[in-house]
């Protein structure tokens, strides 16, 4: 159930993006109480059809909020669509390692960049299977499968839409992220069961050409639209910390926000910096501004699911900490991340402990 909770104004500044409380801070019945059966849903509706168009001016006026009326106002939100203390575990394998004609930028498994990753075929449908039995001893609730492509053939969408219903059947959420898709190849995958396609926008427009020139924007955009036109959710996010102003990070989310409808899913990645690659010595960002960027990010897509993703390896626990508070209800568990380190499954268990964190309920995890 949801709880509406007690706070006060949210700015000392008032509303620097000329919205109402309503759709940019706290919820409009400000007392303490217990949300009545329904009512929850109902709110979440009126809100839905209340959401404002976001503009890069109006998200960075977030971004410039005094910090903690920021992290107020996205704990506000997020009490008002997401259970509070409740976070979903997903586990992430990487089932194609490496050798992948792409350019980005950041990537180990660029075949363009010698980071000394080990490059690994399509798995046996068998070893995914053990994985994602594993991941959900291990307490997952949604099993997410990678593969290191520019986009799949015929063959390879039917190897995985095989490893699809398998990891379905086992009662895991299940996602794959694959690259650009051609037509039909969206609705063989949600035929086999597939809850989400992932597919990151990455950056914002402007600064894309900076990161990855072998595709463009657009590309990006066409097969999340062949995903979304399939009728499967869509899971799409960015990376921080790649060298960009903060005025690109309010772009990548404006891009993000304006997509119709906006991600049910949305990865925020903080740069994991791989040797060889161009990335590697990228400055460091500030983990104030990503707690800002993961804060924005809930106040503009409340509904979505915020995924603290990469990078939470090099992440303080207290940094952590004020994610959850910032409004992310998502990590990704487990030893590795696709081809990068990953806090350990006790780690994150004693994270969870000490900050009174539980597990997201399955029926919740696939109703962002
Ligand atoms: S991010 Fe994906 S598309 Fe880009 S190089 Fe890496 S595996 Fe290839």
Redesign the pocket.
């Known amino acids: 159930m949801t709880q509406i909770i007690e706070l006060s104004a949210p700015s000392s500044r008032g509303s620097t993006t000329g919205r109402s409380s309503n759709n940019a801070g706290l919820g409009p019945e400000a007392g303490t109480r217990q949300a009545k059966p329904g009512e929850a849903k109902a709110q979440r509706e009126k809100i839905g059809q209340s959401e404002p168009s976001w503009t890069i001016q109006s998200i960075l006026e977030l971004y410039e909020l005094p910090f903690l009326d920021l992290l107020l106002q996205a704990q506000a939100q997020h009490r008002l669509h997401h259970q509070p203390n409740t976070v979903q575990l997903s586990s992430l394998l990487s089932i194609k390692t490496g050798a992948?004609?792409?350019?980005?930028a950041?990537?180990p498994?660029?075949s363009r960049y010698d980071t000394g990753l080990k490059s690994e075929a399509l798995m046996p449908l068998d070893e995914v299977l053990e994985a994602a039995r594993k991941a959900k001893e291990n307490g997952a609730q949604r099993f997410c499968m990678g593969a290191?492509?520019?986009s799949p053939t015929a063959r390879q969408v039917d190897a995985v839409a095989a490893m699809v219903a398998a990891v379905k059947a086992l009662g895991l959420e299940t996602c794959v992220t694959l690259?650009m898709l051609k037509d039909g190849q969206a609705e063989q995958l949600r035929d086999a069961g597939l809850d989400y396609y992932n597919h990151n926008l990455d950056t914002s427009p402007e600064f894309y050409g900076n990161i990855?020139s072998t595709r463009h924007y657009q590309d990006r955009l066409d097969t999340l639209e062949r995903v979304r036109g399939a009728g499967l959710h869509v899971c799409c996010g960015g990376i921080v910390g790649m060298g960009e102003s903060r005025e690109i990070r309010a772009g990548l989310i404006a891009a993000l926000a304006g997509l119709d409808p906006y991600p049910e899913s949305v990865p925020v990645n903080q740069l994991v910096k791989a040797p060889g690659t161009p990335l590697a010595d990228a400055p460091d960002l500030d983990p104030i501004e990503f707690v800002r960027t993961i804060a924005v990010t809930r106040i503009v897509m409340p509904r979505a699911v915020v995924r603290l993703s990469a990078g939470r390896e090099s992440m303080h626990d207290s940094t952590q900490a004020l994610c959850f508070m910032a409004g992310a209800n998502s990590i990704f568990h487990g030893e590795r991340l696709l081809t990068t380190p990953n806090p350990q499954a006790q780690a994150d268990a004693r994270l969870f402990e000490r900050l009174g964190l539980v597990p997201m309920p399955e029926a919740e995890s696939c109703t962002p």
């Open positions: 992948c004609p792409e350019d980005c950041y990537c498994q660029s290191a492509w520019r690259g990855i």
